[in-house]
């Protein structure tokens, strides 16, 4: 596979760092990290354009018990006098300034939870990037072929709601109608799916991705019936 086609590379980039490249394929963007630097600049762009979010959000300091809790799921037989003098807590700390409560415990319990529960990684998977007109990210879609989820992220603020409107995905097949893969979320948010064995199997044989503007709660008709905004390119892991 050639990861350096350029919409390709701009996708694998978005995906890892948002940290939604798992698996042997996230193991495989690093090997291409090391040997090319179109790579190592296309994560560059990408750190640069999610920065100013991270700057964006207030200093909030999570209660002392999040990190009695952390600790305690990582070393059970420690008692919480000597952990707050440890040096693994010292460095939790320096994620308090990541933003709230919810960013750092997400942030905190990924880091560990990949360390001491493996798994086993995803051997298949697509990718998309929505971008605006301006190139800016909009949504990140990822599926995972062997489990069935879809899972989308709101990348940025820009991807906002509009009144008494929404956003709703759909699959554009090589044959045949649009099929409609639910509602986007907006401003920052995610959701994750399990697609039927019907829809995965559509979403196999899709090329592409289409955003259009329907009523609340999506198209009255199993159709897009407002304007398609968006179009882009699914590609392979």
Known sequence: MNY???????????????????????????????????ARQAVWDWEQKLNPMVESVAETVPPERIWSG??????????????????????????????????????VLALFISL???????????????????????????????????????????????DNKAFELWMLPASGQPRSLGLLPVTEQRVEVVLSPQ??????????????????GGSPTGLPTGPVVYQTSILEL
Not at 79 to 98: E, G, H, Y
Not at 199 to 216: D, F, K, M, Y
């Open 4 to 38: 350096l086609i350029p919409e390709r590379l701009e996708a694998l980039a978005g995906a890892y760092v948002l940290g939604t490249l798992h698996g042997l394929a996230r193991k495989r963007f690093e090997r291409v990290l090391m040997e090319s630097y179109r």
């Open 70 to 107: 952390i600790q305690r799921r990582i070393n059970p037989q420690q008692s919480i006098d000597t952990v707050k003098q440890d040096n693994l807590l010292s460095s939790l700390m320096f994620w308090r300034r990541w933003g709230g409560v919810s960013t750092v415990v997400a942030i």
């Open 116 to 162: 001491y529960f493996p798994f086993t990684p995803a051997l298949s998977g697509r990718v998309a990037i929505f971008n605006d007109a301006q190139n800016q990210p909009l949504w990140l879609v990822s599926s995972d072929l062997e489990t069935g989820k879809l899972k989308v992220k709101a990348i940025n603020a820009e991807a906002v709601a509009i």
């Open 199 to 216: 829809l995965l199997a559509i979403l196999q044989n899709t090329a592409g991705l289409a955003v259009s503007v329907e009523p609340p």
